[in-house]
């Protein structure tokens, strides 16, 4: 697999440092691949995240959220020995990320049959929403005045 030095990019190139940030973070995570996961639009400005996390229970699971990460953390608290004659369900322990746009938030977090399903939405403050504005009428007196001032 190729890697990429962006050390160029950080020298001439100024308030793109998130960007950058998440193209060697895509970098690096892709090898990583367990736990397997979904990501789908329920509609506009809802999301699910789907990951298959077998082996696991809930309380073995921590979802964190801060700003625009949402980490997924399990730790595997099967502390019984037990002799296995093949062991395919990988019992280790995993640390997901997930970077998230503006104004994404994680609503809610299900555990159902070994998929952990997140529940996102996008709700955009109502002073960020775009709003039409009124374009108001002035008295033709005004203008015509402020044209005379200016030619004299």
Do not use: C
Request: aromatic share 10%; glycine share 6%; proline share 5%.
């Amino acid at each position: 697999m190729r890697t990429y030095d962006f050390a160029p990019l950080w020298r001439s190139s100024i308030g793109f440092d998130r960007l950058f940030d998440l193209a060697e973070t895509a970098q690096r995570a892709s090898d990583v691949n367990y736990p397997p996961y979904n990501i789908e639009r329920l509609a506009d400005d809802r999301y699910q995240i789907s990951l298959a996390v077998a082996g696991f229970s809930p309380e073995d699971i921590v979802i964190t959220a801060e700003q625009n990460v949402v980490t997924v953390e399990g730790r595997n608290s099967d502390k019984t020995e037990r002799d296995f004659f093949y062991r395919g369900i990988p019992a280790r322990g995993f640390k997901r990320q997930f970077s998230l746009a503006e104004y994404v938030e994680v609503k809610s977090a299900a555990f159902d049959n070994g998929l952990l399903t997140i529940e996102l939405v996008r709700e955009i403050p109502e002073a960020m929403k775009p709003r039409r504005i009124a374009i108001g009428h002035s008295p033709s007196g005004s203008v015509r005045r402020l044209e005379t001032k200016a030619a004299a």
